[in-house]
Each structure stands twice: as C-alpha cells, then as structure tokens.
C-alpha cells in the first residue's frame, strides 16, 4: 500500500513539477547567464528575489494541487431534500439534481469529477498538471499561481538568453551551451501556455464564468435557456466574489436576484 501511494498519479506529477522547477533553476544558475554575473560581483539581492519567487510559485503549486477544490460534501439524511426556502430560490426550470456517481445533492454550478470521483462547487476543470480540480475553493489561489509563474518563467527566459553566446564551431556550441539553449526553449514554451492560461482565466473571472460553462453553455440546463450569463453582476462585483468572497451567499441566491431584476425590468 505505501508503495502505491508513492508511485499515486498525484505525487508523480508533483514530484515531476518540483525536480523540473529546481531543474531549470540550476541550470540558470551554473551557466554563464546575468545570475552567475550577480554572484561573481557580489550583488546577492537579484538571485535572493529569484530564489524567492521560484519557491512562492512552488509553494502556491503545491498549495493548490493539495488541497480541497470545494467538494460537495454528502448531507445527512434528514437533510437530503432541499430545504423549503431553499428551493423556492431555486427557479422550477433548473431544480436541484442528485449526482447520478456520488448520489449527493448538486448546488447549482457544481459537477461530478470523473478523475477525483467527487463533486466540486463552481467547478472550472481538472487539471493534469495540478492532478486536482480547479473550483471555488482554491479557484483563486491558482490563478495567483499562474500570474507568479509567468513573472518567474519570464525572468528565467531573459536569464537563459543572457547566457546565449552564437558561436562557431556549432559542436563546440552544442556542447557548452545546449543544455541551456533546451532550458530556453522549455521556458518559452511553458511562458506560452502559462500566458495564455492566465489571459484566459482573467476573462473568465472578469464575466463570472468558469472554464466548463464556457466550453460547455449548450450542455447546461441554466445556461443553455439564456442569451446571457446570469452570475455576471459586473467587472467589479465580479472580481470582489471572485477573490474576496463579496457578495456572499449561494449561487442559487444570485440567480433569483437577476430573475427579480429582469422580471421587473420586464414590466
């Protein structure tokens, strides 16, 4: 059994993440790149702020992937049928659904996890990398991550380019300089991805809308009746639920409020 655990999916990964992070950090550190240079003149600051933000990032990777997305927990079974008030929030269109997996009751906006067999509130996507989802609990501390390892990737990239010396013979170059030529084509490449995922999760968050209802609006019974996202309450409310949990309250209570408001806009 401890074997299994050790060689689970999850510590794999991470294991993976943690021995590539100091990986590419080391070879930034033996080249001749402007880190090296710092170290020589003495002028520690620069490469202290690096170390530091290398392991923040690690750090806020580890804290994301480790802990609880925000499973749906099982009620109690005096508890299994909504509430009165609670389902006269709820509009009869769109009424509270029991996971056909894990049998709990489904708040609005949450879904069943194949990969984690559970289900999560607010759910955006599983990620492979994190090897956990992505949901209301720790929804905000991975964007945070993916904002601090851009910051560090593209620090590293200007550092292994620093390191670059084009030269002939291009043996002779391959053989001292190859290993950080790969790192700098890793670090561009995983620059790319990382930029495009926190472009992409920063639009999600500004319109409050996760990555599944995104892709998947024709698929969702309370969306796919609907010209508009009925959670969006603007940029800033947006933001402020997002990252400082104001407005608080049920997802079922924020769609009653925009049916009131539409129905008297209505008249």
């Keep these: 059994m401890a074997l299994r655990a050790l060689l689970s999916p999850g510590v794999l990964v991470r294991t993976g993440h943690t021995v590539l992070t100091w990986g590419i950090t080391l070879v930034l550190f033996l080249h001749d790149t402007e880190l090296r240079q710092w170290e020589e003149q003495g002028e520690l600051s620069l490469p202290l702020t690096f170390l530091l933000l290398v392991l923040g990032s690690l750090l806020l990777y580890l804290a994301v992937s480790l802990m609880d997305p925000g499973y749906v927990t099982a009620q109690p079974q005096s508890q299994e049928e909504p509430k009165e008030e609670q389902a006269a929030m709820v509009p009869q269109a769109i009424p509270l659904r029991r996971c056909r997996y894990c049998l709990v009751l489904q708040p609005l906006r949450a879904r069943h996890c194949r990969d984690c067999r559970r289900c999560v509130r607010r759910y955006d996507h599983h990620c492979p990398w994190m090897e956990n989802c992505v949901g209301e609990r720790n929804h905000p501390l991975f964007v945070a991550y993916l904002a601090l390892q851009l910051v560090v990737l593209l620090w590293g990239l200007y550092l292994a380019w620093s390191g670059l010396r084009f030269f002939q013979p291009w043996g002779l170059w391959l053989r001292s300089t190859g290993l950080l030529f790969t790192t700098f084509l890793l670090l561009s490449?995983?620059?790319?991805?990382v930029g495009l995922l926190l472009a992409s999760h920063l639009y999600l968050v500004a319109s409050n809308t996760t990555t599944w209802e995104f892709i998947s609006s024709h698929r969702i019974a309370y969306l796919r009746q609907r010209a508009s996202n009925p959670f969006d309450r603007g940029l800033t409310r947006n933001l402020a639920?997002?990252?400082?949990?104001?407005?608080?309250?049920?997802?079922e209570t924020l769609w009653a409020e925009e049916e009131e408001e539409g129905s008297s806009q209505a008249v």
Excluded: A, K
């Excluded at 639920?241 to 997802?251: I, M, N, Q, T």
């Design 189 to 193: 490449f995983f620059s790319l991805v």
């Design 241 to 251: 639920h997002f990252f400082c949990g104001w407005p608080s309250g049920p997802w």
